[in-house]
């Protein structure tokens, strides 16, 4: 019963250090929302790093996981569902698929 607390507030204290680099990036970097502009990014080679939503379905997520294999391009499936992730993004609306082009003066393409 004493490991589950840590093990929940790691996971807590991980995030919230995704989410302040991710509005680092929002900030002062580049970057595409959707799952069409992510896939032509990484088809173009411009993506440097792909987020996935906790909740994307698996079709799209292995078909992003795929595209992302072949540009050589790093995934991170991010914790929370698309609406975690549209407000970590600082949006109102949900994202399912998220893609860093230029991370800015953030150093979140460096723990990937």
């Known amino acids: 019963m004493l490991v589950a607390p840590a ?6 204290k991980s995030s919230d250090n995704i989410n302040s680099r991710l509005a680092l990036v929002i900030k002062s970097g580049k970057y595409t929302l959707g799952y069409k502009s992510c896939l032509k990014g990484m088809r173009s080679g411009k993506s440097k790093l792909v ?7 698996p079709l799209r997520r292995s078909e992003l996981e795929y595209y992302a294999m072949l540009s050589k ?9 698309n609406v975690a992730l549209g407000t970590a ?17 953030s150093d979140l393409l460096a723990s990937f």
């Open 73 to 81: 391009t790093p995934v991170h499936l991010y914790q929370g569902s």
């Open 51 to 57: 987020l996935i939503s906790g909740n994307c379905p």
């Open 89 to 105: 993004a600082g949006k109102l609306f949900r994202v399912g698929v998220m893609s860093i082009e230029n991370p800015g003066d």
């Open 7 to 12: 093990a929940t507030k790691k996971v807590k």
